[in-house]
Nanobody, 115 residues
């Protein structure tokens, strides 16, 4: 019902920046909260940042002050601006969206931060 496509991942040097983009399509009416999760090999999946339909945000402690989540409701798009990247940020990043009682996931985009 809702399709999410992430883009913007890649290889970056420590201290650099990337901006991830997630575009939603399909039944986008009444999409509520959106967010970003990440999962590194051998580690559990964790919530990186979330944003409500009203614009309220929350962040994992490990990324506070470095990452910024934002959304453009007119474009059905959510962004994750990542600054001062660290090797520990290396992971597959997944976009999520909630619509009514269901949650949707993107395919993921790889972010690799070299030391």
């Amino acid at each position: 019902q809702v399709q999410l496509v992430e883009s913007g991942g890649g290889l970056v040097q420590a201290g650099g920046s990337l901006r991830l983009t997630c575009a939603a399509s399909g039944r986008i009416f009444r999409i509520g909260a959106m967010g970003w999760y990440r999962q590194a090999p051998g580690k559990q999946r964790e919530l990186v940042a979330g944003i409500t339909s009203g614009g309220s945000t929350n962040y994992a402690d490990s990324v506070k002050g470095r990452f910024t989540i934002s959304r453009d409701n007119a474009k059905n798009t959510v962004y994750l601006q990542m600054n001062s990247l660290k090797p520990d940020d290396t992971a597959v990043y997944y976009c999520t969206a909630s619509r009514l009682v269901r949650d949707y996931w993107g395919q993921g985009t790889q972010v690799t931060v070299s030391s």
